[in-house]
């Protein structure tokens, strides 16, 4: 049938799918083993959800459904490609994923205090940056006492290494 022939309100609005926070092309997506029991919540809990969809019509839970099928598609891809890495696995006194550490900030005397995690477990408010992010691939593989060049915008700071723990 010709879509012409099809009432306006029976069209459906296709399901936007946000998107997961991204991963550059050609790189393993590593995770911690907290990250690792969060994505396996987070499919336990998506799963749940669709169990329970409740709408006012069947559109409507179709689309809900379909919107939480995308989420668990796009999660199942992310465990798929996950490699988890342990602390014991690195080296301890050199920055690595998984790493806490607390860098200064050498201009202006600026202490800085966060761990290096996996892209989906990234969280600035929780004091967690990407292993991808520009300063956490600034200061890995440098020992404490060593500096570091970071690049924001025009400015090149550089950064010192005071701690680092797992």
């Known amino acids: ?9 029976d069209q459906e609005e296709p399901v936007i799918i946000p998107p997961r926070a991204a991963i ?8 911690t083993k ?3 029991e969060e994505l396996k919540k987070e499919l336990k809990d ?4 669709r169990a329970n969809v409740t709408a006012e019509n069947d559109t409507e839970k179709r689309r809900e459904q379909s919107l939480i099928d995308g989420k668990i598609n796009l999660l199942m891809e992310r465990l798929n ?9 690195l080296p301890k006194d050199e920055v690595r994923f998984g790493a806490y550490v ?11 205090k966060f761990q290096i995690v996996g892209v989906d477990e990234a969280n600035i408010k929780n004091k967690k940056i990407a292993f991808v992010a520009p300063i956490a691939r600034a200061i890995t593989g440098k020992k404490v006492g060593e ?7 025009d400015e090149l700071r550089k950064l010192k290494i005071i701690k680092i723990f797992y």
């Not at 049938?1 to 309100?9: A, P, Q, T």
């Not at 050498?106 to 800085?112: E, P, T």
Request: without cysteine; proline residues 4%.
């Open 1 to 9: 049938m010709s879509r012409g022939f099809v009432k306006e309100e």
């Open 24 to 31: 550059p092309e050609g790189v393993t997506n590593y995770v």
């Open 34 to 36: 907290y990250g690792m």
């Open 46 to 49: 998506l799963e749940n959800a």
């Open 81 to 89: 490609t996950a490699r988890l890495l342990t602390p014991q696995e």
């Open 102 to 112: 607390e860098i200064e900030n050498i201009s202006n005397g600026q202490i800085q």
């Open 147 to 153: 500096t570091a060049d970071f690049r924001l915008g």
